[in-house]
């Protein structure tokens, strides 16, 4: 069995200081992923030919002194040859580190 996958990231991204000790990071990334089998193997493919689109979007706000909030967004489209199907995926992130990373 033979697979060809052809995988594309792309990425803009963005980061900031404000005043000393607040630094703010985002960005964008797009991903496609194309999955196909080569047929002339003769053996049934275990995974499907498929399509997978994924934008998504992250901020991350961290203070000097080691506290850090994050966010992502992705949604994820994916075609195969059963039909198309959406998932959607949010999560949120909080921690401290103390002492702060430089200082360790």
């Known amino acids: 069995m033979q697979l060809r996958q052809y ?25 496609f992923i194309n999955n196909t089998n080569l047929p002339e193997t003769g053996v049934l493919p275990l995974i499907p030919d498929y399509q997978s689109v994924k934008p998504s979007l992250y901020s991350i706000l961290q203070k000097a002194w080691g506290k850090k909030y994050a966010g992502r967004w992705a949604k994820i489209r ?27």
């Open 7 to 31: 995988s594309q990231l792309i990425e803009g991204a963005y980061h900031h200081t404000y005043a000393r000790d607040l630094d703010l990071k985002s960005g964008l990334q797009f991903q």
């Open 78 to 104: 994916l075609s195969k040859a059963f039909g198309n199907h959406y998932f959607q995926n949010c999560s949120k992130n909080s921690r401290s580190i103390y002492p702060p990373l430089s200082q360790c």
